[in-house]
């Protein structure tokens, strides 16, 4: 009642089967007694019958060896190494073609595909996919080293060999791909923490986004950091200029930093640098030893500063001193005598002028008091006219202006005319010369007439007169002015106020020059309106003389629309009569036609009837073909019937034999012809159907008959349809189809009369108009 171990049972045969060997190739020693399934399969076989080899080997499993499934080389021949599902040789067998697992791709699978890394080909080596974070596009072939593992294409702003931290100027966890772009100054920035986003400035560079620099640096757009400033002892402030670094210098200073003094100054302190005052036209340049201030000199030009030539030297410009030739040391001589003798005579007449000017300032402080004496005479208790004073002070301002404008046209003079300053300053000089020789004989004149003077008086008179000069200009010098000239301040002070209380008197008429300032303030609005009013006028008469501008325009538009209307509409009415002129050319043709058509009527109506003779014949011999087609269909339902009737018959035989399941087979074979020759019986039926639908069509007078004719060729389509349907069930499996070498004869013979019914019908249909 079982089966022993390599043994299962058949489904056929009596009492309920046979025990038959297990179908294994020679792969395995056991199976399922029962399904015949195969248990354990070996030699690196798999499959209900140990008929195919396991994944990763290649070969035929079902010759019957051990050797029939051989590892594939994808890329090498060991188990650990070996990365494809198939794989195939070439008919000389030196060249292996490997169906790569995921991961690896190549002729062998020696390489690894996108997205994953490794050495395939090196022992123990596999492919990895490629961690990046989640931050690569997987598809891209060049997002990571195939070899390495290295990242090289990170996406989401992710940065570094695994893509797992934020790329330079973002921050946050790029493992969850929210890198954030950071607030830092990009100029200021070494880097940004790519945690927390905190800004890490560059040297000398502050604030929570690094967007300045620290106190007392600068050149900050430079990028690179900030430098120091480091302003001097001369700087106005410790802090530079924020692009180019220079400090505010003090006067006389120079230099980025303000380190030392400028050209023409010296002696460096924290005030500044001092001038040289070196004289320009007596000096080399402008500039002197910077540690003791003296200037460089002309040749033979003298003095710390440059500023003089030695007694008896003259100057040449842009040369220097030069030693006066002899004529002019004669010259020299005498006036040097003249001014020895004469010193005595000028401090003597210094004395007497100082007798004098105190004569002079007693003099001015009476005629100041006789001036202001008139004005205040002349003051009336209700009027103070002080036109006289404006009109000095319009005066005076006028002058200024004058002034002014003369000084100004010096000024452009003096800068037009700076060629020909070496001229002048000869010039000058040798005006000067003149002068000093005139000088001298004016003194030489007056010392001759003092000594005339002195010779024509006497002695003592002389001599008393000087002593009377000298006791008054004791009693000048013992008199205190000082008193004398507080009471001409006290004087002028009453003065003063005498003609403050005059002013007050003269406050009725001061308040009828309120009402008549207010009066010419009136008039003065009253005249602005008016020149209002008229800039309105004139805005009016311009808007008039516009508006009929316009005016004109519009009509001078109105009248060139209209005439451009005129034009288009005469243009249109052009077409329109050449259209129109076309369509009566177009009728006159149509009714030539017309007529030739009517002359053609009679025989086109002989042609009509012809014709309609030859349609009511087809028609007859429509008639008759649907008569046979009919008989035709009804065959081939006869014969579909006696196939169904066959097929009955075959399933109730069936062989226990291995050959008469064959036969079997071979009888599906034919069945499957039937199939075909009974499909394309369906077809011709169908063609029929609709060459009968047709024939309805073409022939109007049997329209009964072509009704009656569908209905019986849908009731053979039907029949045919089930046919067929009882041949599809013989085509199931498990479906027994049992027959003998007769039966087959005989279906082949039925098929043979199909295909002739068949080629009947299409020749029927082809008969049909």
Not at 39 to 50: A, D, F, M, S
Not at 104 to 116: K, M, Q, V
Not at 528 to 538: E, G, I
Not at 661 to 676: L, T
């Amino acid at each position: 009642e079982e089966c022993a171990d390599g043994y299962y049972r058949a489904a056929t045969g009596p009492y309920g089967g046979f025990c038959v060997p297990c179908q294994c190739n020679g792969h395995a020693t056991t199976c399922d007694k029962i399904t015949g399934l195969c248990l354990n399969c070996k030699h690196n076989t798999t499959g209900e019958h140990c008929e195919k080899c396991e994944v990763g080997y290649h070969g035929n499993a079902t010759t019957g060896t051990p050797y029939d499934c051989l590892i594939c080389a994808c890329p090498l021949p060991i188990p650990s190494n070996n990365f494809a599902t198939s794989c195939e040789l070439n008919d000389e067998g030196d060249k292996i073609s490997c169906e790569c697992i995921p991961g690896y791709f190549g002729p062998r699978c020696d390489s690894c595909a996108t997205g994953f890394y490794g050495r395939p080909e090196q022992p123990g080596d596999y492919c990895k996919p490629c961690e990046c974070s989640g931050n690569i596009d997987p598809t891209d072939p060049k997002s990571c080293d195939t070899i390495t593992g290295n990242c090289t294409r990170c996406l989401h702003n992710t940065f570094g060999s695994l893509c797992e931290i934020c790329r330079p100027g973002y921050y946050g966890d790029a493992k969850l791909r929210d890198c954030q772009s950071c607030v830092c100054d990009r100029c200021g920035t070494g880097e940004c923490d790519h945690g927390t986003g905190r800004c890490q400035c560059l040297p000398n560079v502050v604030g929570e986004k690094c967007d300045r620099c620290e106190d007392k640096h600068y050149g900050f757009s430079t990028c690179q950091g900030c430098k120091a400033c480091d302003c001097q002892l001369a700087s106005e402030s410790l802090q530079c200029d924020d692009i180019s670094g220079q400090c505010r210098c003090k006067p006389g200073v120079v230099g980025r930093n303000c380190d030392r003094c400028s050209s023409g100054y010296w002696q460096y302190s924290a005030q500044g640098c001092v001038s040289c005052g070196c004289n320009s036209e007596y000096s080399i340049g402008v500039g002197c030893n910077a540690e003791t201030g003296q200037c460089e000199c002309l040749p033979g030009v003298v003095g710390e500063k440059c500023d003089h030539c030695p007694p008896r030297w003259v100057l040449i410009p842009d040369e220097g001193c030069f030693k006066c030739e002899t004529c002019h040391h004669a010259l020299l001589d005498v006036t040097d005598e003249m001014e020895r003798r004469l010193s005595p005579i000028s401090v003597e007449f210094e004395t007497v002028a100082a007798s004098y000017f105190t004569t002079q300032r007693l003099k001015y402080f009476n005629d100041s008091v006789n001036q202001l004496r008139p004005d205040v005479d002349a003051l009336v208790s209700n009027q103070v006219d002080i036109s006289p004073v404006t009109n000095k002070v319009k005066d005076i301002e006028s002058e200024a202006r004058s002034l002014n404008r003369q000084a100004q046209y010096k000024k452009e003079d003096a800068q037009n005319t700076e060629g020909g300053k070496v001229k002048q300053e000869a010039q000058e000089v040798e005006a000067l010369i003149l002068d000093t020789v005139r000088q001298s004989k004016a003194i030489v004149t007056e010392i001759q007439d003092l000594a005339v003077s002195l010779e024509l008086g006497s002695g003592p008179q002389v001599d008393q007169a000087l002593d009377e000069a000298k006791r008054i200009l004791e009693e000048i010098s013992q008199v205190d002015s000082s008193n004398m000239e507080l009471e001409a301040q006290q004087g002028r002070d009453k003065a003063a106020d005498l003609l403050e209380k005059m002013k007050i008197f003269a406050g009725p008429p001061d308040n009828m020059t309120e009402a008549l300032e207010a009066l010419r303030d009136r008039i003065f609005q009253l005249d602005l309106k008016l020149n209002d009013l008229l800039n309105h006028t004139q805005e009016a008469q311009d808007n008039a003389q516009k508006v009929e501008a316009l005016n004109n325009k519009n009509r001078n538009s109105s009248l060139t629309s209209r005439v451009n209307n005129v034009k288009y509409l005469t243009k249109d009415t052009n077409l329109t009569l050449s259209d129109a002129k076309e369509l009566v050319q177009n009728a006159s043709a149509l009714l030539d036609k017309a007529k030739a058509a009517f002359v053609d009527l009679p025989l086109e109506r002989d042609d009509l009837q012809n014709a309609r003779n030859k349609l009511s014949d087809k028609t007859s011999m429509q008639d008759d073909e649907l008569a046979v087609i009919q008989d035709v269909v009804q065959q081939a339902a006869n014969h579909a019937d006696q196939l169904a009737a066959q097929a009955a018959m075959l399933d109730g035989m069936l062989t226990d034999t291995r050959d008469s399941a064959d036969s079997a087979i071979q009888a599906a074979n034919a069945y499957g012809n039937i199939v075909v020759a009974i499909e394309n019986a369906s077809r011709a039926a169908d063609d029929a159907i609709v060459a009968s639908n047709n024939a309805v069509f073409k022939s109007a007078g049997i329209a009964n008959q072509s009704e009656d004719i569908n209905r019986r060729n849908s009731e053979l389509l039907d029949q045919v349809y089930r046919a067929e349907e009882e041949v599809q069930a013989l085509e199931r499996p498990g479906a027994q189809l049992p027959m003998t070498l007769e039966d087959i004869k005989h279906v082949a013979s039925l098929n043979s009369y199909i295909n002739q019914t068949y080629n009947q019908i299409q020749r029927g249909l082809q008969n049909i108009p």
